[in-house]
C-alpha cells in the first residue's frame, strides 16, 4: 500500500510555480493576482482563505482578500464581483461558498467572468471541461488528476466508481475519469445517496472516488484487494478528548480500508493540499491568458 501524498506533491507544485515566479519577476513582468471573497466568519472557510492568502505569500503571488458582512445582500455582492471582473491587475478570483441564505449562489458564480473563474464553477468552463476543451479545471478534480499522473496510478481501462454527483467534485471527477488520455480512459460508474445496493459496485471497483462527506462510509468490505481510494470527504467530528475539541476524518475508514488498497489518499494530508495548489496553478494559467490577449 502506498499513501498517495498531497501534502508532498502540494508542495512540490508550489515549489515550481515559485520558480516561474521567481522569473517573472527577473524579467520584470507582472506576477500572478489572485483574490477572494469571503462572506460572513463560517469557521471552515475562514481556515480555507487564510491558507490560500498564506500560499499566495509563500509563491510570489499577490493576493487580495475581500471580507464583506454576513449581512451582506446580493446586489452588493454582485457589485464586488463586477469590480473584480473589470479590474486587469486581478487575474483570478474565487467566491468562497458556502454563502449566507439571501444571497443566491447560482446567480454568484454566473457573475464571474469565464476568464478570472478560477474556481472552474461557471457553466462556460464547465461545458468546456465537459467537451475536452482548454479551460480551467475544478480546482479539487484537477488536484486528483494530478496526484494520479505524479503517482503514475494506472487508469486506462479501469473500473472507476465516484460516490457523490457535487457539481464541485462527483460529477466533473466522473467527467474527467471517462475522457480520453491520462488519466482518463476508464469506465466510470457515478453513484449518489440514492443509488441502491452500492456495496455491490464499489466491490467491483479498480479506483473509488468518495465525495460524500459522510464519515467512515467506505467500510474494508466495501471494496476488492488493491483498490485505489482517493478520499475527498473532510468533516469535523466533535470530540472533547481533542484539544480542538474536534477531530478531521474523511469518507473511507482508513485503518481497514488502507489494508486492502494498493494506493490511498490520507485526510487530512490528501485531497486538501491539493485544492490549494490546484488553484494557484489555475491562477497562473489566468494570467497567461491574459497576456496572451494583452
Given at each position: 500500500m502506498e499513501i498517495l501524498d498531497g501534502k508532498k506533491v502540494s508542495n512540490q507544485i508550489k515549489e515550481e510555480i515559485a520558480a516561474q515566479v521567481a522569473q517573472m519577476k527577473?524579467?520584470?513582468?507582472?506576477?500572478?493576482?489572485?483574490?477572494?471573497?469571503?462572506v460572513g466568519n463560517d469557521g471552515a472557510s475562514l481556515t480555507y482563505v487564510g491558507s490560500k492568502v498564506r500560499s499566495c505569500e509563500r509563491?510570489?503571488?499577490e493576493s487580495t482578500l475581500v471580507q464583506m458582512p454576513n449581512t451582506t445582500s446580493e446586489i452588493e455582492l454582485l457589485k464586488k464581483i463586477k469590480e473584480l471582473n473589470e479590474n486587469d491587475d486581478i487575474d483570478g478570483f474565487i467566491?468562497?461558498?458556502?454563502?449566507?441564505?439571501?444571497?443566491?449562489?447560482q446567480k454568484v458564480l454566473l457573475a464571474v467572468h469565464p476568464d478570472k473563474d478560477v474556481d472552474g464553477f461557471h457553466p462556460m468552463n464547465f461545458g468546456k471541461m465537459a467537451l475536452d476543451m482548454s479551460?480551467?479545471?475544478?480546482a479539487t478534480p484537477f488536484g486528483i488528476l494530478e496526484l494520479l499522473d505524479r503517482y503514475q496510478v494506472e487508469t486506462q481501462g479501469k473500473h472507476t466508481v465516484v460516490i457523490g454527483r457535487s457539481h464541485i467534485v462527483g460529477r466533473p471527477m466522473s467527467i474527467l475519469m471517462g475522457r480520453k488520455g491520462f488519466p482518463g480512459n476508464s469506465t466510470v460508474t457515478?453513484?449518489?445517496s440514492r443509488t441502491k445496493n452500492i456495496s455491490q459496485i464499489t466491490t467491483q471497483a479498480d479506483i473509488i472516488i468518495s465525495a460524500l462527506g459522510v464519515p467512515g462510509f467506505l467500510k474494508a468490505e466495501m471494496v476488492k484487494d488493491d483498490v485505489v481510494i482517493i478520499d475527498?470527504?473532510?468533516?469535523?467530528?466533535?470530540?472533547?478528548?481533542?484539544?480542538?475539541?474536534?477531530?478531521?476524518?474523511?469518507?473511507v475508514d482508513f485503518e481497514n480500508?488502507?489494508?486492502?488498497?494498493?494506493?490511498?489518499t490520507p485526510v487530512p494530508g490528501g485531497?486538501?493540499?491539493?485544492?490549494?495548489?490546484?488553484?494557484?496553478?489555475?491562477?497562473?494559467?489566468?494570467?497567461?491568458?491574459?497576456?496572451?490577449?494583452a
Amino acid at each position: 500500500m502506498e499513501i498517495l501524498d498531497g501534502k508532498k506533491v502540494s508542495n512540490q507544485i508550489k515549489e515550481e510555480i515559485a520558480a516561474q515566479v521567481a522569473q517573472m519577476k527577473a524579467n520584470g513582468e507582472k506576477v500572478p493576482h489572485l483574490a477572494a471573497i469571503l462572506v460572513g466568519n463560517d469557521g471552515a472557510s475562514l481556515t480555507y482563505v487564510g491558507s490560500k492568502v498564506r500560499s499566495c505569500e509563500r509563491i510570489g503571488f499577490e493576493s487580495t482578500l475581500v471580507q464583506m458582512p454576513n449581512t451582506t445582500s446580493e446586489i452588493e455582492l454582485l457589485k464586488k464581483i463586477k469590480e473584480l471582473n473589470e479590474n486587469d491587475d486581478i487575474d483570478g478570483f474565487i467566491v468562497q461558498l458556502p454563502l449566507p441564505p439571501q444571497i443566491d449562489e447560482q446567480k454568484v458564480l454566473l457573475a464571474v467572468h469565464p476568464d478570472k473563474d478560477v474556481d472552474g464553477f461557471h457553466p462556460m468552463n464547465f461545458g468546456k471541461m465537459a467537451l475536452d476543451m482548454s479551460t480551467f479545471i475544478p480546482a479539487t478534480p484537477f488536484g486528483i488528476l494530478e496526484l494520479l499522473d505524479r503517482y503514475q496510478v494506472e487508469t486506462q481501462g479501469k473500473h472507476t466508481v465516484v460516490i457523490g454527483r457535487s457539481h464541485i467534485v462527483g460529477r466533473p471527477m466522473s467527467i474527467l475519469m471517462g475522457r480520453k488520455g491520462f488519466p482518463g480512459n476508464s469506465t466510470v460508474t457515478l453513484t449518489h445517496s440514492r443509488t441502491k445496493n452500492i456495496s455491490q459496485i464499489t466491490t467491483q471497483a479498480d479506483i473509488i472516488i468518495s465525495a460524500l462527506g459522510v464519515p467512515g462510509f467506505l467500510k474494508a468490505e466495501m471494496v476488492k484487494d488493491d483498490v485505489v481510494i482517493i478520499d475527498v470527504g473532510i468533516t469535523r467530528v466533535p470530540d472533547e478528548t481533542k484539544a480542538k475539541g474536534y477531530y478531521i476524518t474523511g469518507d473511507v475508514d482508513f485503518e481497514n480500508v488502507s489494508k486492502k488498497a494498493s494506493y490511498i489518499t490520507p485526510v487530512p494530508g490528501g485531497v486538501g493540499p491539493m485544492t490549494i495548489a490546484m488553484l494557484l496553478k489555475n491562477t497562473l494559467l489566468a494570467r497567461e491568458r491574459h497576456r496572451s490577449r494583452a
